[in-house]
Structures are given as C-alpha cells and as structure tokens.
C-alpha cells in the first residue's frame, strides 16, 4: 500500500507565513490595478492641492490659515459623515442641509429666544435631526417612495420651516458661551499635545492589538513594518499638525492670544472614531454594509432591511444636526440662510470625493474628512489666489465630476476583474 503524502505550502503546522513588505505591496498594486482605489484619489488630489497652493500662494500654510481650513470645513464634514451611512445604501439625502438649518434655527430660539440653557438647546436641536431622520426613513423603507423624491420634497417643506422658525427672515444671536466656543475657541497647547499623544497611542493600541489577534489565529495580516509605517505616519501628519495650530496666530498676542487646536477638532475626531466603529466593528455595521451590496441578499439572511434603511436616514439628519449647530457657533447667529445656498452639495461632494460610491455598499466615515478637506482647501485656496465665487464652483464641480467617473471606472474595473 502506498501512502501519499501532501506537503502544505504555508508552513509548518499549517502556520500562514508571515507577509512581507514587498508581498503586501504587491498585493495593494494588485488591488488598485483591479479597480479598488480606496483613498487614495481624495489624497492624491488633497496633496497636489495643497502643493499648488503653497506654492502659489505661501500664506496658505501659515499658522491662521490653518486653523481656518478647520473651522471652515467643520460643518460640512459633520453633514457629510451623516451623508456616508444614506450613501451605503445606495439612497441619497437631498434635504440634509436645510435640515440642519432646521435643527440651527431650534437651537437658537431654545438658546437665546426661550433662554434654557445650552445643553438642551443642543438636545432639541439633535432630537429634531433624529425626527427629520425618522420620518424620511420611515417614508421610504415602508411606504416605498424614492428616496430622490422624498428627501427632495424635504429640501423644499424644510427651506419654508427655517423662514417659518426665523419669522419670515429675522436673525436670531447666539450668545451663549459654550455653543459659540464650539468654533470660535482654542484648547490649550498643552491639552493639544495631550490630545494628541491620546490618539496615537489609541491608534497604536488598535492596529497592534489586531496584528497580535490575528497572527495568534493564523490569519493574514499586515507585516508588522507596515503597522508600524502607519503609526510612525499619523504621528508625523498630527505632530505637524498640532505644531502649527500652537503657534501664535493673533495679530496683537500682548492684548488677546490666539493659539491652540479648535475646540471643533476633537469633536469631530471623537465622531469620526465613533462611526468609524460602528461600521466596521459592530454588526450593525456589517448589516448596513450588506444592505447595501444586494438589498434582496440581505433580506434572505434574516437582516431587518427596513429597519437599517431607517436608521441609516436617522443617522444622517442627526449629523446634519451637528452640522447645524457647528454653523450656528461660527457664525454667532443663525438666520433664513443657515444651512442652504451650497451647502448640500458640498457635504455630498465630500463623501463623493473622499471615496464613498454613490452606488451603495462602499465607503468609510474618514471619506468625509478627506472629502471635506479636499472642498475645504479648494475654497481657501482659491479664495486666497483672488478667484471669484464663480471659478470656485466650476473647480470644485470639476472635482467632484472626477470623483464619481473614477468611482464609475474602478466599479467596472472590479467588476471585469471579478473583485466585487
């Protein structure tokens, strides 16, 4: 008799060989050639930006310039995370701008008009949100109108509750403290360097606790250079970035010092964590994710289909929420305009261009950061060169025109490739 003997490729006790960096290169080119960009688009475009910029323009680096690339996008990135869950699914959210002047205009006559303190004002402005969400989700999940029409239908009825809300067109102040502070106050150097060593020292926990996990149960993962490469990455980007923000950006610091990280960048540091977790840590976000490739799929794997639509829309206006009350604190004020004119398009240009498919089932909350970076530097940046309103739009639609075709291109590539 005999015995046949086969030898396993991977290793002594069928251990998985550790990757090398050379391998997990390869095998990241392989991705790209196959249609699976990522992010890199929005960082590539985010980088040439800034580099034209710079270069035209050196101010755009300076100190206060930079902090209000901050504060200048902070709205429409909160409007565009909310953006990312409605966009998984393949449903788009047309009123999630004047929502959040509908949620603007509840915080400032909570705040200053009835005079309740600044904790409720912002819990009836994020109840609103959640309602606006519940209604829309509920209209299209189970009486089955498109989400195009409904949320339309919304961007009108909630452009006439914001007038109704500011009485045809009053402006109404905002004067307290810690509502206006969200964008127009700084924590301190130290607490900005605090703040940092806290992110990443959390970001090093995570991605060395998951190479550990992972290689303890065979499975593939990362080379521990590349984790480390990432690490040694974030640390540089946001050691940079706390540097310039402490230093002093006031034009008289004997009379008033203006230095420090905006308050409104932990805030949506903290967000981003959050959703960031809850899509790809939790089963909900597995859900939503599935939902999102084949609707019907899901369904016959038991997931409550209309019940992740719903909430995917609740999501969305309760960040438009927070978008909102972001816009009221830098303005100080919120009137008829508040959350209209562009700012819809541009919270959707950011998911767009960030990497979030308008086809559904692919995209990450960090898209609208980069997305919102991207808006964000483009408006400064040409704002600082002297460019009309009008050149700014024609970029920026340019931009966001590139975004969807190469969304589209590398959809048909990963399809021919059988990727997806």
Request: with cysteine; proline share 3%; glycine share 12%.
């Amino acid at each position: 008799m005999t015995t046949t003997t086969t030898v396993r490729k991977d290793g002594p006790a069928g251990v998985t060989p550790a990757p090398t960096v050379g391998s997990h290169v390869r095998n990241y080119l392989g991705r790209v050639r196959g249609g699976d960009l990522g992010s890199l688009p929005a960082v590539t475009g985010l980088v040439v930006l800034c580099v034209v910029f710079a270069i035209v323009r050196p101010v755009f680096f300076s100190a206060a310039n930079f902090a209000n690339l901050f504060t200048q996008g902070a709205a429409v990135t909160a409007i565009a995370m909310g953006l990312i869950f409605v966009l998984l699914l393949g449903e788009i959210d047309l009123s999630a701008g004047f929502a959040s002047g509908v949620c603007a205009a509840i915080l400032a006559n909570v705040a200053t008009v009835l005079g309740y303190p600044w904790y409720v004002a912002v819990a009836a402005a994020l109840a609103t949100g959640m309602v606006i969400g519940l209604t829309l989700g509920v209209l299209v999940a189970k009486v089955g109108i498109p989400s195009f029409v409904v949320t339309l239908a919304g961007f009108l009825a909630f452009q006439g509750v914001v007038l109704l809300l500011m009485e045809e067109g009053t402006n109404i102040s905002i004067r307290d403290e810690t509502i206006i502070a969200i964008e127009n106050r700084w924590v301190s150097p130290l607490l900005g360097w605090v703040l940092f060593a806290v992110a990443v020292g959390g970001y090093a926990a995570v991605q060395l606790l998951r190479h550990r996990n992972r290689t303890s149960r065979g499975l593939v993962t990362d080379p521990i250079l590349v984790v480390f490469g990432r690490i040694a990455a974030l640390a540089v980007i946001l050691g940079i970035a706390v540097y310039v923000l402490n230093q002093e950006r006031s034009i008289n610091p004997l009379i008033s010092s203006n230095k420090g990280m905006p308050i409104v960048v932990p805030i949506l540091a903290v967000l981003l964590v959050l959703w960031t977790f809850v899509l790809s840590r939790t089963a909900y976000g597995r859900h939503l994710y599935a939902v999102g490739g084949n609707r019907e799929a899901a369904r016959r794997a038991g997931i409550n289909v209309d019940k992740i639509r719903i909430s995917a829309f609740v999501i969305c206006s309760a960040m438009a929420a927070v978008g909102g009350i972001i816009a009221a604190s830098r303005d100080r004020s919120v009137d008829p305009n508040t959350g209209g004119s562009n700012v819809l398009l541009y919270a959707v240009g950011a998911a767009v261009i960030g990497g979030t498919s308008l086809f559904g089932g692919k995209g990450r909350v960090i898209d609208a950061v980069l997305g919102g970076a991207v808006v964000a530097v483009i408006i400064n940046g040409m704002g600082l060169m002297g460019y009309s309103s009008g050149v700014k739009y024609v970029l920026t639609g340019l931009v966001l025109l590139l975004a969807a075709g190469v969304d589209a291109l590398s959809r048909r590539r990963s399809a021919s490739t059988g990727t997806r």
